[in-house]
């Protein structure tokens, strides 16, 4: 089946840095890439959905100006989550389709582990 | 807006018995509806998923049926392994402007125990 791979898998920075994490479609055409962001024993949210060359839409109440993403590619989409605070530590996941709509499959990265200290 | 509510978990079985994980939802559209299934340190998985009223997804013997009546599309085995210890995810898709967006529930822990 379709892999989507993650990288790094976790991360440890300091305060104030900034981090970048990727999403790789391995072997399809991402045309959309979705970014969850999911916190300990709860669910996964959305934070924004990625078209390849076109801005990212954001979900309300997610800061476009802290959580960067490019799509650059139509296997590549980048989340940098600029100058972190210990309050964006969290588990950070990307998804991949093909299609341009409900009801494709998404394929799942295995996910970011971020820890701002 | 659209949520989903997974029954709360951990749910604990002996292997062969009979699981129910349930979900309900609300949406403003027509969803499709999904279960996605987290292995230990793996990503995401589809198991299953129903895009009209009275669909049946089945999958790896899990079966789940879209009620729009009851607004549920809760998840069946008829006999657990072990190898079904993961996390459970219920999500459901809207068309419109949240074209292939999903939503989750929050996820219900299985372990089986032989």
């Known amino acids: 089946g379709a892999v989507v791979s993650q990288h790094p898998s976790r991360v440890i920075c300091k305060s104030g840095t900034s981090v970048k994490i990727e999403c790789r479609s391995l072997?399809?055409?991402?045309?959309?890439m979705f970014w969850y962001r999911q916190f300990p024993k709860q669910s996964l949210m959305l934070m924004a959905t990625?078209?390849?060359?076109?801005?990212?839409?954001?979900e309300q109440g997610v800061e476009k100006d802290k959580f960067l993403i490019n799509h650059a590619s139509l296997t590549l989409s980048t989340l940098t989550v600029t100058s972190a605070h210990p309050e964006d530590s969290s588990f950070y996941i990307c998804?991949?389709?093909?299609?341009?709509?409900?009801?494709?499959?998404?394929?799942f990265g295995p996910g970011t582990r971020l820890l701002v200290l | 807006g659209d949520s989903v509510t997974q029954m709360e978990g951990p749910v604990t079985l002996s292997e062969e018995a009979f699981l129910t994980i349930n979900c309900t939802y609300t949406?403003?559209?027509?969803?499709?509806l999904f279960w996605y299934v987290q292995y230990p340190g793996e990503g995401l998985q589809l198991l299953l998923k129903?895009?009209?009223?009275?669909d049946k997804g089945s999958n790896k013997g899990f079966e789940a049926t879209y009620r729009k009546e009851t607004t549920s599309f809760h998840l069946e085995k008829g006999s657990v392994q072990v190898s079904d210890s993961a996390v459970y995810f219920c999500?459901?898709?809207?068309?419109?402007?949240?074209?292939?967006?999903?939503?989750f529930g929050q996820g219900t822990i299985l372990t089986v125990h032989p």
């Open positions: 990625s078209n390849e060359g076109s801005k990212a839409t954001y």
């Open positions: 998804s991949a389709t093909s299609g341009t709509g409900g009801g494709e499959t998404q394929y």
């Open positions: 072997d399809f055409q991402a045309t959309t």
């Open positions: 999500a459901l898709s809207v068309g419109g402007t949240s074209y292939g967006k999903l939503t």
């Open positions: 129903a895009t009209k009223a009275d």
């Open positions: 949406a403003t559209g027509y969803p499709s």
